[in-house]
């Protein structure tokens, strides 16, 4: 045990300093280097990492109280109740070496009583005052004890201090309490209360199973200690020599880390692999029965867990057979650990390996998932991916599936009990949490008003508990953002001076100054903040680092003689004060935060249903503003998705296949159907998350995986089961249809509906001015454009001539298609203004009189199906407007879906010919032909710049030539230069001038520049271009979206960003 205990507990006590929780531990054991586990791998273990991957909560706890010394175990649980961690450990050690009073074979039973029946009635009644306060912790045992006793072990471990209600001594050598007859009471000064330790078991005495079930009722964690003679054999197959009876004692663990719900009955089971049947005594299950049934009505804690230690039994098939009979005696599932002392060489490292995973695969969904799955894992766990696969396979379909009460159990052929998923994926089902999350504050209200006191209560701390829950999966869904906001390797793969300039490279692309958005600058703070750890002066105030140095130059005067002993360090050597000094400097303590505050003072404090309601609204809020900060964090993960999480996801998937299908499907048997279901429900278990997260980003590959290493296994084994091959094929659906859950996860929205103000005009006599009615509109939450239109025209009835109207909001066209959603749309605050379609305006004034005073006739088109209701809103008289031919052939010019809500055409837009009145192809090629006339214009005018840089070029080529002309005639004697004319004459203005050189441009050609530009000083407001993204301040850049970067041009003018899209060609990004 020295070996693995050495390892890990450095490790161990620097994640308590950094008051982390014990369930995270296994992350730190992935990335532990191979250098620690040197000596732990000279002892033989077949691969060091395997040994830790299994570490429960209590054994991590467990196994550093053992390594600790006696003088130190109390301030290492002080440490552990600082940080909040799970409650604290009580467990015998050695047997007691005094030996009990004599007693011959057969008088064991009055050897019990005399030593274990008393029971004070003051310890009962200083007890009975407790159990609405705080839990307390209950030990039942036999005699057998450490050397010090139980009382003083208890004291040692936990640094109580000890109150103890005795009888006689019963032998003097023995210095423990325990031995005397009555009940230990230790005060605790941790959250735990009151631990109370019970000596002996007498079932007959009614004083003694009252005050056993008043302790059982009011504990969180109770310890039973068994033996091997607590189990009898059955009659028909007894051995010939029957072990002799002996009280309850035990030295060996098995741990039972959920709810037990005993029955009353004897029960027996066999082992697959052969082992006698085996049943509880009376004693034990009437003492079970009693621990399970115990509640009280409105206190005590709302979970207890059983830790059962047996003690001498070394046989597997006894560990097995007892397992088995747990199981079907109260729908216990136990999981048998190996004892601390024989970790190092245990045969079996699967189970340590399984439990490993189970605390990881929670991490692998939102760090490995689609953004849109995280953002459900984080908030409503890990079952709302889960449950839908295990209900596919179970038979179950729809969102019935995400409530734990719609899954069969497993008596009934199902996967998981209710209890399983509960412990699994938390108190409150996915379907509980996505109602609270889509509901209104009036339906709050209502349910409030409905629950009552013990009901309350109970919501409010169930929802407390996944308020803990969530907030820490949101935090690593945050840090996953961080990693993909900077655009840097994950967590241990990049340094922090990689992090520091990609938070430098972000900024400058992302601050308001350069053209950025102001709010992903903001959320880049928070980023950097998650990810750059502060240096240790910027934590330390001034005091506490002059007292640092100060402290640093007396270690440096001291002796150099505690180096040396260092260097000799051994398991009996080590300074344990020494090692806390370094590990837990004195540091006040971390202030809790504020919801924890109000947690505890709500469980602490009596029944106030005004506070509850309170907390109740609250936890409302908390669970919409958790929903909306995971949506802006899987943004930014969305926008910069890779490839390399499929990759991730799906290796983690065959490790895990690979695994499992060594160590289980080759123990499968030919023709063992029973053991094949069992296989697959376990396969389902273990690996759900991980299937899940891969499954989600590659199905196909996924699919491939499961098939071939376990379903092909499966089936070649039991080749004829319906049963085994329903639920293989149904696990391949399901995960075919896992990527089509995140575009289902994806449309929960947390509105409480959306309100509307439509103003409709009403009709006046010519004289007068129309008016206009406001009518209140709600719609609910994923409602979509069309549905606006169509509440609308039934909000206006026979005002917009059955057409829809046309929607403007702050004077602007709202136009699309009809399956746009409008949390889509920019809409502002002030109310929607609704104007009858031009077509039926137009087609009114072209109807003749004769026929507006004829009678209507009856459209020979479909009339539209019934509208929704809207609540609140008048009904208008439903009239048909008369309708000519024309407009009855442009009704039935729409598509067939307009009416339902369908989406229309890819590039039709019916508002678009109400408008204009034009065919949509002949729009398009005039589109078309402005736009080549425009890409025709914009070439010709960079010809003619290029042809008047080639020209402007040639023209001072020729103004260079005639100035070294002249200076060349100019040095030339006088006599050798050319004979000047002798008058000088400026020859008439002619009609046409003749150049001299037909190639040269000559000045006086060009027209004048009349024109004068005024310089800008700040950009155009009214300029739009689609492939203009920032632009800079100063006035000298402009980003360009299609080739991602800064394109250079004047102050202020972007006629040069035109030109380079037109030299570059983004018509296709223009399009």
């Given at each position: 045990m020295r070996g693995l205990i050495w390892v890990l507990r450095p490790y161990f006590i620097d994640w308590l300093q950094r008051r982390q929780r014990l369930r995270l531990f296994t992350q730190l054991l992935v990335s532990m280097p191979d250098s620690a586990f040197k000596r732990f791998t000279s002892q033989g273990a077949e691969a060091p990492l395997q040994a830790l991957m299994d570490l429960t909560e209590r054994d991590l706890l467990v196994a550093t109280l053992v390594s600790t010394p006696v003088e130190e175990r109390s301030r290492l649980y002080a440490c552990v109740a600082e940080n909040d961690l799970p409650l604290p450990l009580a467990f015998s050690g050695l047997r007691c070496p005094c030996p009990p009073e004599e007693q011959a074979e057969g008088d064991f039973i009055t050897s019990q009583v005399d030593r274990g029946v008393t029971v004070h009635w003051e310890a009962f009644e200083a007890l009975l005052a407790l159990p609405c306060e705080r839990p307390a912790l209950l030990s039942l045992g036999a005699q057998g004890c450490s050397q010090g006793g139980k009382s003083t072990l208890l004291r040692e471990l936990l640094g109580l201090d000890t109150s103890t209600v005795e009888a006689e001594p019963s032998r003097p050598p023995c210095r423990s309490p325990a031995h005397n007859p009555g009940v230990d009471l230790l005060q605790s000064h941790a959250p735990l209360g009151w631990t109370v330790d019970v000596h002996g078991c007498c079932l007959g005495d009614p004083t003694w199973m009252a005050l056993v079930s008043t302790w059982a009722a009011s504990s969180a964690l109770i310890l039973l200690h068994v033996s091997l003679e607590d189990f009898a054999v059955p009659d028909e197959e007894a051995p010939k020599q029957m072990p002799s009876k002996k009280p309850m004692d035990s030295h060996a663990r098995l741990s039972a880390s959920r709810r037990v719900n005993a029955s009353g009955g004897s029960v027996t089971s066999t082992s697959s692999t052969g082992p006698a049947k085996i049943a509880a005594k009376a004693e034990l299950m009437a003492l079970l029965k009693i621990l399970t049934d115990a509640k009280f009505t409105e206190a005590g804690p709302q979970r207890r867990r059983i830790l059962v230690l047996l003690r001498d039994v070394t046989s597997s098939n006894s560990i097995s057979s007892i397992q088995a009979y747990l199981e079907a005696m109260g729908g216990l599932s136990v999981v048998p650990l190996e004892s601390l002392q024989s970790l190092v060489g245990a045969p079996r490292q699967r189970?340590?390996?399984?439990?490993?995973?189970?605390?990881?695969?929670?991490?692998y969904l939102l760090g490995e998932a689609p953004h849109d799955v995280a953002r459900a894992v984080t908030l409503f766990g890990a079952g709302v991916v889960v449950l839908p696969l295990l209900g596919r396979v179970s038979g179950i379909d729809g969102k019935e599936s995400l409530e734990y009460s719609s899954h069969p159990q497993r008596a009934s052929g199902g996967l998981m009990d209710r209890l399983d998923l509960e412990l699994k994926f938390g108190s409150l089902d996915p379907h509980r949490l996505i109602s609270e999350l889509t509901g209104t504050k009036e339906a709050l209200e209502k349910r409030l008003q409905s629950l009552g006191n013990d009901e309350l209560q109970e919501e409010v701390l169930a929802?407390?508990?996944?308020?803990?829950?969530?907030?820490g999966r949101l935090k690593t869904l945050e840090k996953r953002a961080a990693w993909a906001f900077l655009g840097v390797a994950g967590e241990g793969v990049a340094s922090q001076a990689e992090i520091k300039k990609a938070?430098?490279?972000?900024?400058?692309?992302?601050?308001?100054?350069k053209g950025g958005d102001a709010d992903r600058f903001r959320l880049l703070q928070e980023m950097r903040d998650?990810?750059?750890?502060?240096?240790?002066?910027?934590?330390?105030?001034?005091?506490?680092?002059?007292?640092?140095?100060?402290?640093?130059?007396?270690?440096?005067?001291?002796?150099?003689?505690?180096?040396?002993?260092?260097?000799?360090?051994?398991?009996?050597?080590?300074?344990?004060?020494?090692?806390?000094?370094?590990?837990?400097?004195?540091?006040?303590?971390?202030?809790k935060r504020q919801d924890d505050q109000e947690a505890e003072e709500l469980k602490n404090q009596d029944f106030h249903r005004g506070k509850f309601e309170a907390a109740r609204r609250k936890l409302h809020r908390q669970l919409r503003d958790a929903w909306s900060r995971a949506s802006r964090l899987t943004e930014e993960i969305h926008r910069s998705h890779t490839s390399a999480a499929s990759a991730d996801a799906l290796r983690q998937l065959r490790k895990f296949v690979d695994r499992f299908a060594v160590t289980e499907l080759q123990r499968l048997k030919e023709n063992d159907p029973k053991k094949a279901l069992r296989l697959l429900r376990r396969f389902l278990e273990q690996g759900s998350e991980v299937l899940c997260a891969a499954g989600a980003l590659d199905p196909t590959a996924t699919v491939s995986v499961v098939a071939m290493q376990v379903n092909c296994p499966l089936?070649?084994?039991?080749?004829?089961?319906?049963?085994?091959?329903?639920?293989?094929?149904?696990?391949?659906?399901?995960?075919?249809?896992?990527?089509?859950?995140?575009?289902?996860?994806?449309?929960?929205?947390?509105?409480?509906?959306?309100?509307?103000?439509?103003?409709?005009?009403?009709?006046?006599?010519?004289?007068?001015?129309?008016?206009?009615?406001?009518?209140?509109?709600?719609?609910?939450?994923?409602?979509?454009?069309?549905?606006?239109?169509?509440?609308?025209?039934?909000?206006?009835?026979?005002?917009?001539?059955?057409?829809?109207?046309?929607?403007?909001?702050?004077?602007?066209?709202?136009?699309?298609s009809d399956r746009i959603p409008l949390t889509n749309l920019e809409l502002g605050d002030g109310p929607l203004q609704c104007l009858p379609s031009n077509l039926t305006l137009r087609n009114k004034r072209s109807v003749p009189k004769?026929?507006?005073?004829?009678?209507?006739?009856?459209?020979?088109?479909?009339?539209?199906?019934?509208?929704?209701?809207?609540?609140?809103?008048?009904?208008?008289?439903?009239?048909?407007?008369?309708?000519?031919?024309?407009?009855?052939?442009?009704?039935?010019?729409?598509?067939?879906g307009f009416w339902n809500g369908e989406e229309n055409k890819e590039n039709d837009d019916q508002w678009f010919n109400d408008f204009f009145a034009e065919p949509e192809e002949k729009q398009r090629e005039e589109r078309k032909a402005a736009q080549e006339q425009g890409r025709n214009a914009m070439q010709a005018r960079l010809k003619a710049q290029k042809q008047a840089l080639e020209a402007k070029k040639k023209l001072e080529q020729e103004r260079k030539k005639a100035a070294e002309k002249k200076d060349v005639a100019s040095k030339q004697p006088q006599e050798k230069r050319p004979a000047a004319p002798e008058t000088f004459q400026p020859p008439s203005r002619p009609t046409s001038v003749t150049p001299t050189k037909p190639d040269a441009l000559v000045l006086a050609k060009d027209e004048p520049c009349t024109k004068l530009q005024k310089s800008r000083d700040a950009w155009d407001a009214a300029w739009n271009h689609p492939c203009a993204g920032a632009k800079r301040s100063d006035g000298t850049a402009i980003f360009c979206g299609p080739c991602d970067c800064w394109i250079t041009v004047s102050r202020f003018d972007h006629h040069d960003f035109e030109i380079h899209c037109e030299k570059v060609g983004h018509f296709g990004w223009i399009d």
């Open positions: 189970t340590l390996r399984r439990l490993r995973e189970k605390l990881q695969q929670e991490m929802l407390q508990d996944w308020r803990e829950k969530a907030m938070f430098k490279r972000r900024a400058l692309e992302l601050h308001p100054d998650l990810l750059v750890e502060p240096k240790s002066h910027d934590l330390e105030g001034p005091k506490d680092a002059k007292k640092a140095e100060e402290k640093g130059e007396k270690k440096e005067t001291e002796g150099e003689d505690d180096a040396e002993e260092e260097e000799d360090f051994s398991d009996d050597s080590w300074d344990a004060d020494e090692e806390f000094r370094k590990m837990f400097p004195k540091r006040k303590k971390k202030p089936l070649q084994a039991v080749p004829e089961n319906e049963e085994l091959q329903r639920r293989c094929a149904a696990l391949l659906e399901a995960i075919k249809e896992l990527p089509v859950m995140g575009e289902q996860v994806s449309s929960i929205h947390t509105d409480e509906g959306l309100f509307f103000e439509l103003l409709i005009p009403v009709p006046a006599s010519p004289d007068a001015l129309p008016g206009v009615r406001r009518v209140p509109l709600q719609l609910p939450a994923d409602a979509t454009l069309g549905a606006l239109r169509k509440a609308a025209l039934r909000c206006g009835g026979e005002q917009f001539g059955g057409a829809c109207p046309r929607i403007f909001s702050n004077g602007r066209f709202l136009a699309g004769s026929d507006e005073r004829a009678p209507p006739r009856a459209p020979t088109t479909p009339v539209p199906p019934e509208i929704v209701e809207l609540p609140e809103a008048p009904e208008a008289p439903r009239k048909e407007a008369p309708k000519t031919a024309e407009v009855k052939e442009m009704v039935e010019a729409f598509p067939a």
